[in-house]
């Protein structure tokens, strides 16, 4: 199961999409180190978009329709808070730091939304 679960993360997607993983597991860590030292903090709101964004961008890269689904989803609530919190203060609490990249990325999920199981 576990086999196969990485050669399709591999060999199944474009090849973008693991860098994009990868760059996503690392962000998560470091949103992790960075909040560690903060706990129960509004930095913690940050670190819960990149779990979902994460989370949903490894089973992307299996070709998870439901997967990209939820990576979509996910964005346009982010986007939401980050257009609502704009000139206010408090974006930085409650819209993630990376809304914009995720935006693009989800253009590269609709690009290859055919190819989705």
Sequence with gaps: ??????????????????????????MLAFSIWSASSLPLSPIWIDVAWMVLYTFSWIFICNMKRWAAWMYLMVTIADLACWMV?????????????????????????????KKFS
């Design 1 to 26: 199961m576990s086999n196969s679960f990485i050669n399709n993360f591999i060999r199944k997607p474009p090849a973008l999409f693991p860098w994009v993983a990868l760059f996503h597991i690392g």
């Design 85 to 113: 919190f704009h000139n206010d203060p408090i974006k930085q609490d409650y819209a993630s730091s990376l809304v914009l990249m995720n935006v693009l990325f989800s253009f590269f999920i609709l690009a290859y939304y």
